[in-house]
């Protein structure tokens, strides 16, 4: 069964502190994508790679950055967590024009 | 501006009602998927349509790429239905997906 992991179901976290999120996809697929989810707004992308060591950023860019070292994972980073990005983050990942494979989400929160 | 909407936002059916959520898109496509997603947040992609009409179990969907407008339909509709059922598109220029707000869809038994 193909899947996409995403390291924590919830995770707290303080203001100012650095946050890694990490997801790793069993599929091969090339591209992958950070989302995050906010009542109201729906799913807003935040970055996407479509290749190792390649990144775009999405609609909401600001506060994120990411890392794509090796096809499999993709991580997103928050280098000073702040309490608006406070969301459900969802990475996806898709080979081709396919249809995009969702992880579980991880709900964060900053205190 | 949203480059997605759906309709309507929230929906409440009685169990085997039938049901029609709606998606209208302003940009060119590659590809229109429906996403459905659980309470907990797992989302399961339901179709991948380009052109006209999907089946699975009762599930249908169907899109009109010259009116820029797809419909999710469920017959028979079951409690275990509810959830949100996001309607999402692929650019046809790169690899954004844009994502509708979501229909809330509850069945009562």
């Known amino acids: 069964d193909v899947k996409v992991t995403q390291s924590s179901r919830y995770l707290v976290k303080r203001t100012g502190e650095k946050v890694f999120l990490e997801c790793v996809q069993d599929m091969d697929h090339e591209n992958m994508f950070w989302y995050r989810q906010d009542p109201g707004l729906g799913l807003r992308l935040i970055y996407f790679s479509y290749d190792v060591k390649m990144k775009e950023k999405g609609d909401i860019p600001e506060g994120y950055s990411v890392s794509r070292e090796k096809k499999e994972r993709f991580s997103l980073i928050l280098e000073s967590a702040s309490t608006n990005q406070t969301s459900m983050y969802l990475c996806a990942s898709s080979l081709g024009t396919g249809v995009a494979t969702f992880g579980s989400g991880t709900r964060l929160t900053v205190v | 501006k949203n480059e997605v909407e759906q309709s309507p936002q929230n929906l409440t059916a009685q169990e085997e009602e039938f049901i029609t959520i709606n998606c209208s898109y302003s940009?060119?496509?590659?590809?229109l998927h429906w996403l459905q997603q659980h309470p907990g947040g797992g989302i399961v992609s339901l179709f991948m349509?380009?052109?006209g009409k999907k089946k699975h179990g009762r599930l249908i969907a169907t899109i009109n790429i010259q009116e820029k407008h797809s419909s999710l339909h469920i017959t028979a509709s079951h409690p275990r239905d509810s959830a949100v059922y996001i309607c999402a598109v692929r650019s046809a220029t790169g690899n954004q997906f844009y994502f509708g707000t979501g229909t809330s869809l509850t069945v009562i038994p």
């Open positions: 940009v060119g496509i590659s590809a």
């Open positions: 349509l380009s052109s």
